[in-house]
């Protein structure tokens, strides 16, 4: 379960405003970025580890 799934009594507006601000920082940061390997680290660790979540898996697709 992660921070933003919790939905207790009153807690859950406080949970969506946490999860909207980490992606909102995700998509910021994310947007100055231009080697591949800064863009995994920064899914890696702003995305998912602000939100709470113990692993994550970047695939990256070859043309």
Do not use: P
């Amino acid at each position: 379960m992660t921070e933003a799934s919790k939905d207790t009594k009153g807690g859950g507006a406080i949970a969506r405003h946490r999860y909207l601000e980490v992606l909102h920082q995700f998509t910021m940061s994310q947007a100055s970025l231009t080697a591949v390997d800064d863009v995994c680290w920064n899914i890696a660790k702003t995305a998912i580890g602000d939100l709470g979540f113990v692993d994550c898996v970047v695939y990256l697709l070859n043309d």
